[in-house]
């Protein structure tokens, strides 16, 4: 700064993998940042990577399907992005699962939560149901989420399209660990949305009566 009270900023242009707009939405201490582009003219999304140095974002791929996206911050600093991603299946029910309204355009393709590093993207487990979403990993390689079990839930609504249990899910360390972070009394449903290096995770749980609340779990 040239004075006391005088600040500057640079602004960088994080430029897409593709002709359409890109979306940037975290950064890690090491200047990483990740999010999506848009492709073949905003119909096709995908998670991307822009590092330091590096002129373009890096298009991360997909599980076998179209879309994928990385949507909540992912501040480790352990080179691992969390986020979505389909694969080439379809849903067998033909939900209407949580990934799809953050896509442009409607697949019917199943869809999990993935991790990448090292130039590799790997789908994390789920409780048996097809569909999975994972929001963030620490630098202790725990990653959060929630997950589809293979069991029918009377809870859901035929409205939303949504006809599986899902619970919000822990996975790792290890490469196939997870472990449920059931409800708290009273709600039908759970979703982490993120995790610190204490392994305090945050979420929202689905009320029976259909209304959201937020919790925390230790």
């Given at each position: ?7 500057h900023?640079?602004v960088t ?18 200047g ?6 848009r492709l073949?003219?905003?119909a096709v999304?995908?998670a ?5 140095g ?9 599980l ?19 986020g ?5 299946d379809?849903?067998?029910?033909g ?5 799809s309204?953050?896509?442009p355009?409607r697949?019917?393709l199943v ?29 202790f ?6 997950a589809e ?24 360390p290890?490469?196939?660990?997870l472990?449920?972070?059931?409800p708290?009394?009273?709600?039908a449903?759970?979703a982490?949305?993120?995790i ?8 929202v ?10 919790s925390?779990?230790?």
């Amino acid at each position: 700064p040239s004075g006391a009270d005088e600040l500057h900023y640079y602004v960088t242009n994080l430029a897409p993998i593709g002709e359409a707009p890109a979306w940037a939405n975290s950064i890690n201490n090491f200047g990483w940042v990740a999010g999506q582009s848009r492709l073949t003219g905003g119909a096709v999304q995908r998670a991307t990577l822009w590092r330091p140095g590096s002129a373009t974002g890096r298009d991360l791929g997909t599980l076998g399907g179209i879309h994928s996206s990385v949507l909540w911050p992912v501040k480790n600093v352990r080179g691992v992005i969390s986020g979505i991603a389909e694969t080439g299946d379809l849903d067998p029910l033909g939900e209407r699962w949580s990934c799809s309204r953050f896509f442009p355009v409607r697949t019917g393709l199943v869809c999990r939560g993935f991790v990448w590093r090292d130039g590799k993207m790997r789908a994390l487990p789920t409780f048996g149901g097809p569909n999975g979403f994972a929001t963030g990993t620490n630098n202790f390689l725990q990653t959060v989420g929630w997950a589809e079990s293979a069991l029918l839930d009377p809870t859901c609504s035929a409205v939303d399209e949504q006809y599986r249990q899902f619970r919000a899910v822990l996975w790792g360390p290890g490469r196939n660990q997870l472990r449920q972070l059931p409800p708290l009394p009273g709600h039908a449903a759970s979703a982490a949305t993120a995790i610190n290096d204490r392994g305090q995770v945050v979420g929202v749980g689905k009320l029976i009566s259909e209304s959201y609340a937020g919790s925390k779990v230790t």
